[in-house]
Structures are given as C-alpha cells and as structure tokens.
C-alpha cells in the first residue's frame, strides 16, 4: 500500500489545486470510445511488471496530467467553430494589474454583452477559517498514553476522529498523527506545523473553503469526544481554538459593491475573475480584451507551452525512466513541421523544444498571407492532440518496466482492458 499512498500523495500534492476546467468534462459517446481505446490497446500488448521506484508512479501521473493540459488548451482553440484564422483569434481577457486580478474570457466567440472595461476595486480577499493549537515542547509528551477521539462537524456533514497516544510518543509525534489524520480524511482541511521562537509546535488547520454565507457560523468546529479524557486532551492540544474566522471577499464592480464567498467568481457568465490582492486606496483594476493580434500571438504561445512542457517532462525523468522514448515521440510531432515553422518564427531546439522568435511570428501571423502560416499551425495542432489522446491511453508505455511474455501472436487473446492503465490505481509491484 506503501507505494499506492505515496503515488496518491504525489497527485494529491502537486495537482489538487489545478482543479478541473470544462474542458475535462466529456460525452458518454466520448467516454466510450476511451474505454474502446484502452481495451484496443490491451489486447496484444505484452504482460510487464512495473519496477517498483517513487519515480514511477509520479512519472505516469506527470505524463497523465500532462496531456490533459494539452488537449485543454487545443480544445478551448477549438471553440470558435469558424475558418482556420479563428482558431488562434479566441478572444483573451486582460487585467490592468494582474498581481489584483487575474481575468479569464469564458464567454463564446460571437460576442460579448457586458460593457467594457470592467472597472474592479478589491476592498478584502475572501479567507479560509484557521484553527491554531496550543505550542508544546516536541520531545516531551503533555497527554497521557491511550485513546482519545474528537468530532469535527462543517455545515454539511459530522465526523468522528480517534488517535492513539503510545508510551514512547512526544507531543511532535502526537502532533503529527493527527496531521496526517486529518490532512489524510479529505474533509476539506489542511493540517500543518508551525513554530514560534521558543522551538515549539503547534497544529493549525486551515479550510480549503473560503467565506462565510449568512446561515453559517462556521466552516468547520472540532470538539472532544463526550469522554473526559478526550475533554482534556483537546484542551492540551488546542485544536478547537478558532484562530481566525473565514470572511467573504469584498469588492466595488464599476461602482457598486459587491460580496463574495470565493476570490474566483464570474462577471456576466463572460469573464472568471479571480482577486489576488486588495486595490491601493483609490484605486481600481480595469478588465477587458487583448488585442487582435495579441490573442492570436498569445494562444500560439499557450499552444506551444503546453507541448514544450512534455519534452521537459520527459528530459526530468532521463535517469530513472524510458523518458527519451516520450521526449523522442512528442518532438517526432513538430519534427515533421520543421521547415515550416522556421518560416514562421517557431524554432526546434536540439531537444526538439520549439523556440518562439516573436517579432518573426507577429509578422507572419498579420502578413497578408497569414492563412498559410495558420492552416500549418492548425495543422500541427492537431497532430498534436492525435499524440496527446494516444499517450493518454498508456502512459506506462514510458515507465522503465520488466517484459514477462508476449501475447499469442495469433491474435486470439482474451481482452484486459486495465493492463496498461495501472496509472488509474498506481498499483506499483515493488518487489519485482
């Protein structure tokens, strides 16, 4: 289990806060032909054993999230449903002062409604509830040995915690049974260690949440268990202590105020903002849209990030895992535009990244053959998911693994459809 845990944790830590786009929402027709894919390519593929390391199942994850950033990005490009030229002409919000607000357009491409430009000023950011625990000596121990429970209850559900203090256990380490415990239940809490200058620690829990609606009181509330013992050991501990109360972001919108429980909201189901800082006193942030030439520079450039990050993907990975095989397949892709995109200010390195010569792109994406120069981007850009989708589908492939047999080349084989996608349980073999 050792080896499932680490791999969940590794996702848990480096991809939780990514969340999910619309794009990752898909049709049972589409979920379908997945499944038809995965059992395709199953079929004849050989039985392997994965050699156990921690770089393995964070290498299949890297790869899975990777080509699921890539066929976001092509499929917000492939919202505008027009010529070839519309495809790199999605319409981009822009703030006047990112570090206050970021903007994204979410609206369609026909047009927008809302008058612009948004004149937006932060008064107060939306905050989590925190709960600060009493500071104890790590290596001495202020509970009793024994078994102890507390309930822990947010506005819509109740839950009941218990932890066991052992004889050779310091308050670090009752400390940290219950950060784990916490951090490990998925209630919608974050439990970490903090310091004070005596070398102390103290537990404190912050909500994922932020704001308060007007039937709340609270986001979550820890008390004891009904027993004594569990009475006095949250005294102890101290968990149950609010340190400060979650509050609701404030904001003016041209004029007039406004609240909100998160600082990610949206303007007229046309623009998701998301405030990062308060305004300076008298001032205000101003949202509307890029310029033409702008956007279409600026989506190129989200196109070939995304791809430019799998080839570094697989260049993290060069000691430990087949990575050059991924790095070899992705740039196999932009490999066969070489020619063409010279012309157009986009360059491969000898890894086979793509460099962006911007003055030599801005003149070939405004030049009055600009079409030529799109109908290859477009080109590209669907190759480019093709190779996505299919690396999806197994990202084991690139995992350093151990051949066991070859399927009956005569084709007769019973189907496995979850063969090559151990990635969806990281079940890691680590004794082979």
Same mark, same amino acid.
Request: negative net charge; hydrophobic residues 35%.
């Given at each position: ?250 904001? *003016? %919108? ?10 990610? !909201?949206? +303007?007229? &189901?046309? /623009?998701?903002?998301? $405030? ?84 030599? *792109? %801005? ?10 120069? !799109?109908? +290859?981007? &477009?080109? /590209?850009?669907?190759? $480019? ?48």
């Amino acid at each position: 289990m050792a080896a499932i845990d680490n791999a969940y944790q590794y996702y848990l830590s480096t991809y939780r806060s990514f969340g999910a786009s619309r794009y990752d929402t898909h049709k049972p027709g589409e979920l379908r032909a997945v499944c038809h894919n995965i059992i395709k390519t199953n079929k004849d593929s050989p039985l392997y054993k994965i050699k156990y390391s921690e770089d393995a199942g964070r290498f299949a994850i890297d790869i899975k999230e990777q080509t699921r950033s890539i066929q976001n990005v092509i499929a917000s490009l492939s919202d505008s449903g027009g010529g070839i030229e519309s495809v790199f002409s999605k319409k981009l919000a822009q703030s006047s002062d990112e570090d206050v607000i970021s903007a994204e357009y979410i609206g369609g491409q026909e047009g927008n409604q809302t008058a612009l430009p948004l004149h937006v000023q932060v008064q107060q950011l939306a905050t989590p509830q925190t709960n600060l625990g009493a500071y104890l000596p790590a290596d001495k121990r202020d509970v009793k040995p024994g078994t102890y429970g507390f309930d822990l209850s947010t506005p819509l559900s109740s839950y009941e915690f218990e932890y066991v203090v052992n004889d050779s256990d310091t308050n670090l380490d009752i400390q940290e049974k219950l950060l784990r415990l916490i951090n490990n239940s998925s209630v919608g809490l974050h439990a970490s260690l903090v310091s004070n200058d005596a070398g102390e620690n103290a537990l404190q829990i912050v909500s994922l949440q932020t704001g308060l609606s007007e039937d709340e009181q609270y986001l979550f509330e820890i008390l004891p268990s009904g027993d004594g013992a569990s009475a006095k050991a949250m005294r102890t501990l101290g968990i149950d202590h609010v340190q400060e109360q979650a509050s609701n972001a404030s904001f *003016l %919108l041209n004029g007039t105020e406004h609240s909100s429980l998160s600082n990610q !909201f949206t +303007v007229d &189901n046309a /623009f998701s903002l998301t $405030l990062k800082n308060v305004n300076p006193s008298g001032t205000d942030t101003a949202i509307g849209f890029k310029t033409d030439t702008d956007a279409i520079t600026d989506n190129i450039v989200s196109l070939v990030d995304v791809y430019n990050n799998m080839i570094r993907l697989g260049q993290n990975y060069t000691d430990t895992q087949q990575s050059d095989r991924l790095r070899r397949d992705m740039a196999g892709v932009a490999q066969s535009y070489r020619n063409e995109f010279e012309s157009y200010g986009l360059g491969l390195g000898p890894d086979g990244s793509i460099v962006i010569d911007h003055n030599l *792109l %801005l003149d070939s994406v405004t030049a009055g053959d600009a079409g030529e120069c !799109f109908a +290859v981007l &477009n080109h /590209f850009k669907d190759d $480019l998911n093709a190779k996505a989708a299919e690396i999806s589908i197994n990202p084991m492939n690139y995992v350093d693994k151990l051949l066991v047999a070859y399927k009956n080349p005569a084709g007769h084989n019973f189907t496995a459809p979850y063969a090559t996608s151990v990635y969806s349980g990281m079940m890691l073999d680590q004794y082979c």
